[in-house]
């Protein structure tokens, strides 16, 4: 007889998604209290509204996947032969683990290197515990900047935080560029305000050089040469200045520096940057002449357009878009690209991550963007051990010959903390298995709205699994540090990860006025216990926050020249005609890499019902691209450069742009035909501000396998 659970056996708790996504969703978990039955979204989580992506619909299918690691892992096979463990007790692994920690430690802690991203976005299982032990140790640090410190570091430069419109009010907006950001795949409850003002009779606008799912359902898309952004930027102001589609009383008033970007941009007449984005002049001024005649009009800016060298610049002059026009002046105009400023004043990071522990000393930081140069160069010392969680960077980290090389040194001792055995965790030496959000407790904030979510365990956690802060719980106290910051249990780091309002009273009188400039000692807070009763909390903030200035810089004012950085400027690719002839003489084509739609990074690769729609790895070429080459649909090919090469399928589409390659990611090295993925042919070379990774700064050619 099947065991289909008694309605009344099930129970319900508030949950919320740890992927790296802006939408950070409000789930709603059913449990029988042994196996998770169904996750859905709330209903009434603005946001999230009820729905949620069809990848983490599937939730029960990858926490009860048949391949989740259950026990403790220790490599019986060399680094270079294909992987084999075998079974070890938590006991045995973390004393073996603690034994070689320790010594390396006793010659230099900054040999040991933690890598970790955004596997899981948790305050908790995100860091705190595991920061506490490699703050104690003195352990080399980690530069998180594969995926949005160029745009992130650039909002500073230019807003002097991470802060910009609320995702609601897009939905009343009257024109949206949707640029850099393939919505529907990866930003989706952006998607559906964006669908409202569209029904609302708005016009959208899609600037992307891929025609992605989100162009499909835009009115116009603009498919400009990778990285070309900043350029476009400029001619649309240039168009602005020339037409005086200006606010004049916007930029008077709030704006720091406008002569020398006035003086900037009126070198940028549209033929100049027709030629570097391949758009023509009718395209650009066209798109000025929207922008500066539709109100509100909203930008939602995202992070595909900064993974090149120019990238910090681009978003620079971008983000500076809406000061020209004045748009900030209503609710549904400004810029969107993150929204994690306006959580930082109530984040407690000095309780979660306790950098008192590091007692003055400043280990060395690596660039976790250029890892595969990091294990196979650097010395004094030498990085001796390297812990990983919430990452997989043999898949996701650029350049991956040189970061395979690296992770296979016979002198390298690897810990991999994981939920099934990646690419990553095939090189370790011991893999240890983590709780998934289902089985652990957690606190969210988010990047693209501005709510705090809680995450209540909705199973105990899975065979011998644990999670990440249990696991640096016992590995600190196995490498003996018995010391009162290790035995604040997951509920005290909960309580502790925000402020609490002063008191009532304080509480209920946020600021009005932009977001407070640095963190007071005595509020804004977020009562925890209310955050625990209704599952999410909504930070009090002014609807159109920079209609009177009120930026979060020293004087109030949005930087368009930088006391320090001066005034933003187009940076051209790394790899491409302009920078490097020769190169692009060889390797004519671009070569982007954005997501699949239903994986998340490297992540659900391994859930079957997930790859069976994405099917293989593809490169979408233009027919004409094709035809220059006798390239046909469906065949595969050779994608090459001087780094590498890869197998995958060919696919005429209609999506790529004349002299643009997409190869879509980030599949498992181990699913590719070949063994490789993309990132075989991507570079270890670093944008120009915020020091971030290059992906879609690549130069490939093309031939038949
Ligand atoms: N389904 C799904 N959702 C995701 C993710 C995922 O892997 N899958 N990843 C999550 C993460 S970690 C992040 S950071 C975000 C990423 O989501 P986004 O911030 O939207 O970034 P990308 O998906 O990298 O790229 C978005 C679009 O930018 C385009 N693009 C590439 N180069 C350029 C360029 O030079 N200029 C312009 N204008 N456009 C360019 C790409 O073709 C792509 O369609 O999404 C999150 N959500
Ligand atoms: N070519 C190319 N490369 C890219 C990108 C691209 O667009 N193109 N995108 C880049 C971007 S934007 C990003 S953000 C990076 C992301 O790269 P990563 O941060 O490595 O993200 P994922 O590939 O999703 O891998 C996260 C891993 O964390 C594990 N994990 C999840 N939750 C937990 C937990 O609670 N505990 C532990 N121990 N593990 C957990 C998951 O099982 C998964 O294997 O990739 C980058 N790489
Ligand atoms: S991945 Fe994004 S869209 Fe999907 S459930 Fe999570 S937060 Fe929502
Ligand atoms: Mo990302």
Redesign the pocket.
Known sequence: MSASPSTESLRTVHGAC???CPDTCALQVQTDGQRVIKVSGRADHASTHGALCTKVSRYPERTHHPERLLTPLKRVSAKTEPPRFETVSWEAALADIATRLNAIAARDPQAIQPY?????M?LL??GSMADRLWNRLGAARLERT???SAGAEALNLTYGSRVGMHLRFFAESKLILIWGSNSIASNLHFWTYANQAKRAGAKLVCIDPRRSETADKCHQHLALRPGSDGALALALMHELIRHDWLDHDYLARHVEGWPGLRERALQWPPERAAALTGLNVAEIEGLARDYGQTAPAAIRLN??MQ?VRGGGNAVRLIALLPCLVGAWKHRAGGLLLSSSGWVAPYKNNEALERPDLLAGRQPRSVNMSAIGDALLDLNDPPIQALVV?????A????DSGRVIRGLQRADLFTV?????L?D?ADLADYV?P????ME?LDVHASYGHTDVLINEPAIAPLGQAK??TQ?FRELALAMGFDEPWVHEDDEALARMAFFAPPDAADAASPQGGGPPRERPSAGPGIPFDALREQGFYSLPLPEAPFADGSWPTPNGKVWAAHPQAGVPDFVPNQECAETDSARAVRYPLAM????ARNF?????VNVKSLRDIEREPLLEMHAQDAAARGLQDGQMVRVFNARGEQLLRLALNGRARPGVVN?L??WWRKFGVDGK???EL?HQGLTDIGAG?C??DCLVEVTAA
């Open positions: 740890p992927h790296d970790s991203y955004a596997g899981t948790g299982q995100g594969i995926c949005a992070y595909g993974r969680y919430n990452s997989n960077p898949a996701v980290a650029p991999v903390i994981e939920h099934f990646t990553t240890l983590a709780t998934t959000q652990h999670p990440n696991i982007i890499s954005p997501p998340l990074n490297s992540s659900f190869g990611g980030v993925n993309v990132n991507t990774a992906f879609y």
